[in-house]
């Protein structure tokens, strides 16, 4: 794997563009840690941005850098949000895996997308300058973008659920829900945007449970989310 460096942001944008098959990594943990799917080359952003969590009027930013550790402390990041961080059984790889490799990775068991989803959170990315852009979109399209961080507005009520086998195993299902609808990640599937969505998918069985029995829980999960939200 060949480690393509860059000294600023606007460097590491170039630096994609002479190797498309690059990818930027943080804090490492799904391109170093997976034998699978593993990159050529990657483009580090260790320094290049701020660790931080801020308010910014009425929303709350969190920097991509943040890891999951650093979500859990935080004391301005909302409680749902938090509690999607801590379903991360690994110490080490809480204090690792970051917000923003957790979103570009866009993995069907995503421990945050759901959550952020229901936020309806805005990426804050960086291609050619700085810009902002909804994370629903950002989900169902390639992007080489830089992810900065997100915008969320903290008021919104969110409830959440991750279903898994053991609190150490790999999600079978994590839903979240607001009043901006029920969005949820399925292992052997993808992330949706509605129950009626996944229900229809073609979600594969796998060591996390059969697609039949992953229905069941994404059923199961919008009926105690949306008593949850009501409640």
């Known amino acids: 794997m060949e480690k393509v460096t860059a000294a600023t ?9 002479e190797f498309p098959s690059a990818r930027y990594i ?11 799917d593993r990159p050529s080359a990657v483009i580090p952003l260790t320094g290049l941005i701020e660790r931080k969590a801020e308010v910014r009027g009425e929303e709350v930013f969190l920097s991509s850098a943040l890891t999951f550790s650093d979500l859990e402390s935080s004391p301005i990041v ?13 110490r080490a790889l809480k204090n690792a895996a970051t917000l923003g490799g957790n979103i570009a990775s866009r993995r069907a068991d ?7 989803l229901a936020y309806g ?5 960086f291609s050619d300058r700085e810009k902002t852009c909804e994370l629903s979109k950002y989900v169902n399209r390639s992007c080489d973008c830089i992810i900065l961080g997100v915008l969320i507005d903290p008021l919104v009520k969110v409830v959440t659920r991750r279903e898994s086998l053991t609190s150490s195993s790999h999600a079978a299902v994590t839903s979240a829900m ?11 599937g993808s992330i949706y945007s ?10 594969k069985d796998d060591i996390t449970g059969s697609a039949a029995y992953k229905k069941y829980l ?13 409640g």
Not at 78 to 90: N, T, V
Not at 121 to 125: E, G, P, R, S
Not at 196 to 202: C, F, G
């Open 218 to 230: 994404v059923k199961e999960n919008y009926e105690i989310l949306k008593e949850a939200l009501n």
């Open 110 to 116: 995503s421990y945050l997308i759901p959550v952020l």
């Open 178 to 188: 607001s009043g901006k609808g029920y969005f949820t990640a399925v292992s052997g």
């Open 26 to 36: 943080a804090g490492g943990t799904e391109d170093l840690r997976l034998k699978a």
């Open 9 to 17: 942001l606007s460097e590491c944008f170039l630096k994609k563009k």
């Open 78 to 90: 909302p409680a749902p949000l938090k509690e999607a961080a801590g379903k991360m059984a690994s």
């Open 194 to 203: 509605s129950a009626e969505e996944a229900l229809s998918a073609d979600i």
């Open 121 to 125: 959170a805005k990426l804050v990315v």
